[in-house]
């Protein structure tokens, strides 16, 4: 076996690791809240941030719920308490902090009718 054809073997194993894990997807949002934070303790903002994923899954973190309410709000211009799917889709972009989340805004599971609650959980 040719030593080069390995470490390309190695390289191609290593990049379908990460992204069947998501791993850059991980760091991503990891720099992004970091930057909005930018924390003193640095080391123990990143575990933190960290078990809050494990708890509450991988969606981001980076908005607590009042600036995620102020942002419904915007689009709520009729203050209905609701807003159209479509409308739904430009607010989760605009809040999109990595690829990942915003190719997840064009989600079939968005229901036609969003309210605030059905918002914040997206």
């Given at each position: 076996?040719?030593?080069?054809?390995?470490?390309?073997?190695?390289?191609?194993?290593?990049?379908?690791?990460?992204?069947?894990?998501?791993?850059?997807?991980?760091?991503?949002?990891?720099?992004?809240?970091?930057?909005?934070?930018?924390?003193?303790?640095l080391e123990q903002f990143l575990v933190d941030v960290l078990k809050q994923r494990k708890e509450h899954g991988s969606r981001s973190i980076v908005y607590n719920e009042a600036e995620l309410q102020n942002i419904f709000l915007l689009f709520d211009l009729k203050s209905e308490g609701h807003i159209s799917k479509e409308q739904c889709k430009e607010a989760l972009k605009t809040?999109?902090?990595?690829?990942?989340?915003?190719k997840q805004t064009d989600s079939d599971s968005i229901p036609d009718k969003v309210d605030l609650f059905t918002f914040i959980k997206l």
């Open positions: 076996m040719n030593l080069g054809t390995h470490e390309n073997e190695v390289v191609l194993d290593a990049e379908s690791y990460l992204r069947e894990h998501k791993i850059l997807d991980l760091f991503e949002d990891l720099l992004t809240i970091v930057c909005h934070k930018q924390p003193e303790n809040l999109a902090n990595s690829e990942f989340h915003f």
